[in-house]
């Protein structure tokens, strides 16, 4: 039997990139936190949704971002996916990418080799 995991994977527009990330959202009149867990241009997976319902409007704000209209593609348990009406344009995505997300090397945290000067003969 294929999981289900798997299926989605293979529709997929674009990796997803991984967070731990809290992000403001709007379901209706209501406003909340959820946890942001995973992220493409295209949607997101958040968890904390107060009973998402498959094509329900929310809006997601995301850092340093105007707030971002989203419909619920699909829930399991505490988690849904979520499909933005427009894609995250591309600099705004590699910022938060930048600044955010978890289980990637940042390039400035990378050591620098020592200068030969510095390295004992």
């Known amino acids: 039997m294929e999981h289900a995991t ?3 994977a293979t529709k997929r527009r674009a990796p997803r990139v991984g967070f731990e990330l809290l ?8 406003r909340s936190t959820v946890m942001l867990k995973d992220m493409t241009r295209f ?4 968890e904390g949704l107060d009973k998402p319902h498959e094509g ?4 997601l704000m995301l ?3 105007p707030p971002r209209m989203a419909f619920v593609m699909w ?20 910022a938060i990418i ?10 400035h ?6 200068p030969q000067s510095l390295v004992a003969a």
Not at 23 to 30: A, S
Not at 109 to 114: D, G, H, K, Q, V
């Open 43 to 46: 949607g997101a997976r958040v």
């Open 23 to 30: 992000v403001r959202c709007k379901q209706g009149l209501v």
């Open 98 to 107: 930048r600044d955010y997300a978890i289980g990637l090397q940042q390039p």
């Open 109 to 114: 945290a990378l050591p620098s080799p020592l």
């Open 63 to 65: 850092p340093d971002q």
């Open 56 to 59: 329900e409007a929310i809006s």
């Open 75 to 94: 829930t399991r348990g505490g988690a849904a996916g979520l499909e933005f009406g427009d894609p995250l344009p591309g600099d705004a995505f590699d």
């Open 6 to 8: 798997d299926q989605f």
